[in-house]
T-cell receptor, first 114, second 120 residues
Framework: EDKVVQSPLSLVVHEGDTVTLNCSYE??????LLWYKQEKKAPTFLFML????IEKKSGRLSSILDKKELFSILNITATQTGDSAVYLC??????????????FGTGTRLQVTL | ETGVTQTPRHLVMGMTNKKSLKCEQH?????MYWYKQSAKKPLELMFV???????ENNSVPSRFSPECPNSSHLFLHLHTLQPEDSALYLC???????????????????FGPGTRLTVL
């Protein structure tokens, strides 16, 4: 059975801290790994990772994939209260033509306090 | 505001009611998806539509019936639901694209705001 596991399940940090969120996976037919941020309703896309060892960066957020050890991390530096959200990791499993099948982890709930 | 809209945003229904959820994407995508998000559980894929054709049904009970009249619209028809069906229902869409050098296709999905469904 395909599995995506995120840790920790929840995290409380102070503004300015750096956090690392983890995502490990055991799936067949791995294609890519996605990170999403879900604040209230709609998950918003952050990164897509397809190759090992290549860091993706967007402002204070960065992510990297290790396809040998089957995990990815999402780093957030100098956290702000606006970073408070649930961070979802998803693995793209199948590319049947134009559609893709995602398997999600349960998410990490991050709370940034003043 | 995302390019994927969903209506209604909240729905309360009895177990004998029939209702429909609507999703519309304005991104020119060619694949659409229904997900169910329950408390403390991962997002669960329910249905996938590729150019209006259903390509995935993830063992969803028949009380959920999807409809995709065109590549921009997706419906989820609900009838005789159970209280355990109460959840956030999210619609997503994606577009096929090639990665270029590797020649493979990777599809990030863009989500709508969801419909919070409560079944009494």
């Amino acid at each position: 059975e395909d599995k995506v596991v995120q840790s920790p399940l929840s995290l409380v940090v102070h503004e300015g801290d750096t956090v690392t969120l983890n995502c490990s996976y055991e799936v067949t037919n791995f294609r890519s790994l996605l990170w999403y941020k879900q604040e209230k309703k709609a998950p918003t896309f952050l990164f897509m990772l397809t190759s090992s060892g290549i860091e993706k960066k967007s402002g204070r957020l960065s992510s990297i994939l290790d396809k040998k050890e089957l995990f990815s991390i999402l780093n957030i530096t100098a956290t702000q209260t606006g970073d408070s959200a649930v961070y979802l990791c998803a693995v793209v499993l199948i590319n049947t033509g134009t559609a893709s099948k995602l398997t999600f982890g349960t998410g990490t709930r991050l709370q940034v306090t003043l | 505001e995302t390019g994927v809209t969903q209506t209604p945003r909240h729905l309360v229904m009895g177990m004998t009611n029939k209702k429909s959820l609507k999703c519309e994407q304005h991104l020119g995508h060619n694949a659409m998806y229904w997900y169910k998000q329950s408390a403390k559980k991962p997002l669960e894929l329910m249905f996938v539509y590729n150019f209006k054709e259903q390509t995935e049904n993830n063992s969803v009970p028949s009380r959920f019936s999807p409809e995709c009249p065109n590549s921009s619209h997706l419906f989820l028809h609900l009838h005789t639901l159970q209280p355990e069906d109460s959840a956030l229902y999210l619609c997503a869409s994606s577009r096929f694209r090639w990665s270029g050098t590797s020649g493979r296709a990777y599809n990030e999905q863009f989500f709508g705001p969801g419909t919070r469904l409560t079944v009494l």
